[in-house]
């Protein structure tokens, strides 16, 4: 009552698992718990909590305080311990205080407590991650930990499968830092060939090179005052890892051929798919440059682990789809939609966004149906069969194949079913095969 009253939003919790559980759908800006509860204890609560999400603050409150247990759970990262009887304006102060310091977009957020609190719409504080649609619970909580790394200028390493997105919470966590009126440079480490990229990366001066006409200013250059984005790091030549390492320590780059470095100011943010622990162990990727650009570390989930954003990002992507091909679709039917949202998906959000595409290339309709889906995701059609219907369609697939090999002779294919002529008859009739169709001058039979 007391939160409501001061306008936060508030979802209340019993026991932990329930909390745990309201943790796991919803996405909360606080958590307010009792040391004491029915199932376990804040303390235990909050372990779980700073293993799945830790940049969410925790206040505990209790009745059996004492200054060893404060202690205790200041050490361990609670952001707040009061003891009851509480004063409302400190518990207040409290929750105002911890929000601010888990950043801005948590300093202006309503709450939701016990279980959590969660956050109003901020239209405006959104900007920097509209590009990034989700309303997963892991999506969020790994946004906010974006949001609070982005207000540093820590080397960011992003891990994720292929077409997870990587590219785009690159450029999100650029547009939410200090350096966001500065450019973002992008540079895949594994799509420029190694003799190119060392040139690309720090510029080369004319001459520097057979074909080197002019000079040309790399695009570390260019990312001065902003930020440099190397996709797929992990593909990054062992020779190149050396100079790389060297501006990030230096601060400093120079250019091939020339004989000064030029000082630069950037933020360096990297991604890559692959496991650099085992990059490392095999020699693949070296140890210092790896702690140098491994300074935070944000893990993006695959599309089969955010299965909930399956139908918000289908119909994004069907809506500036249809605008491309210029048709009039209105949306997935609803089986459409189930068979999206239960696909494997290996290829993640960039194979949603095919499968989106192909399908509204081929539509013919306003609404897409799932075979149209099942189409596009190359897979059978799951379509299970009663008793009855698959008897009958193998009765007529197996007469069929009987006047296909005679040739529409119903005497020949009656004895080859062990069956009298009348009865085969009978059996044609019901499902309407007429012999002279398989004769050699009637027409075809599409089966």
């Known amino acids: 009552m007391r939160l409501q009253a001061n306008g936060y939003r508030v979802a209340t919790a019993d026991c932990v698992e329930a909390a745990r559980s309201q943790l796991g759908v919803e996405r909360f800006d606080l958590v307010l718990s009792d040391v004491r509860l029915p199932d376990g204890d804040g303390l235990a609560l909050f372990e779980d909590i700073r293993r799945q999400h830790p940049a ?76 990034i649609l989700s309303r997963s619970s892991r999506m969020q909580a790994l946004l906010d930990e974006a949001r609070l790394v982005a207000a540093s200028d820590a080397s960011v390493l992003i891990r994720g499968d292929s077409g997870t997105g990587k590219e785009l919470l690159a450029r999100a966590i650029h547009l939410a830092s200090p ?34 006409t002019s000079s040309h200013r790399g695009l570390v250059q260019a990312a001065h005052g902003g930020t440099l984005f190397l996709d797929e790091i992990g593909d990054m030549p062992l020779a190149l890892q050396v100079k790389l390492l060297r501006v990030l320590q230096e601060r400093a780059v120079r250019p091939v051929g020339a004989t ?42 695959t599309l089969a682990e955010r299965r909930e954003d399956i139908p918000l990002l289908a119909e994004h992507f069907l809506r500036g789809l249809a605008h491309k091909y210029a048709k009039r679709l209105t949306g997935f039917a609803p089986d459409a939609l189930e068979a999206l949202a239960t696909a494997a998906w290996p290829g993640n959000v960039r194979q949603l966004h095919n499968v989106v595409e192909q399908v509204c290339a081929l539509a013919t309709t306003a609404l897409i149906p799932r075979a149209l889906v099942e189409r596009a995701l190359r897979v059978q059609p799951a379509e299970p069969l009663g008793y009855a219907e698959a008897k009958r369609r193998f009765e007529r697939n197996y007469l069929i194949q009987l006047l296909k090999l005679t040739a529409g002779n119903v005497s020949d294919a009656a004895r080859l079913a062990e069956r009298n002529r009348t009865e085969f008859y009978r059996l044609l009739q019901r499902h309407g095969l007429a012999p002279e169709l398989f004769r050699g001058d009637g027409p075809d039979v599409e089966q």
């Open 260 to 301: 000064r470095a030029e000082a630069v100011d950037l933020r360096i943010v990297s991604a890559t798919h692959r496991d650099l622990d085992a990059a490392l162990a095999a020699g693949q990727f070296r140890e210092d440059l790896y702690y140098r650009i491994d300074v935070v570390s944000l893990q993006l989930p």
């Open 56 to 131: 969410l603050p925790v206040i505990l409150l209790t009745a059996h305080g004492s200054i060893p247990d404060a202690v205790e759970a200041t050490a361990l990262g609670v952001a707040g311990y009061l003891t009851k009887p509480f004063d409302s304006q400190a518990l207040l102060q409290g929750i105002r205080q911890a929000l601010r310091l888990a950043g801005p977009a948590h300093a202006r957020s309503g709450l939701r407590a016990d279980a959590g609190v969660d956050a109003p719409a901020r239209s405006g504080d959104a900007a920097w991650r509209a590009a």
């Open 179 to 212: 350096r966001a009126a500065a450019p973002l440079v992008a540079i895949n480490c594994g799509a420029i060939p190694e003799p190119l990229l060392e040139s690309e990366l720090f510029g080369h001066v004319r001459g520097a090179f057979t074909g080197a």
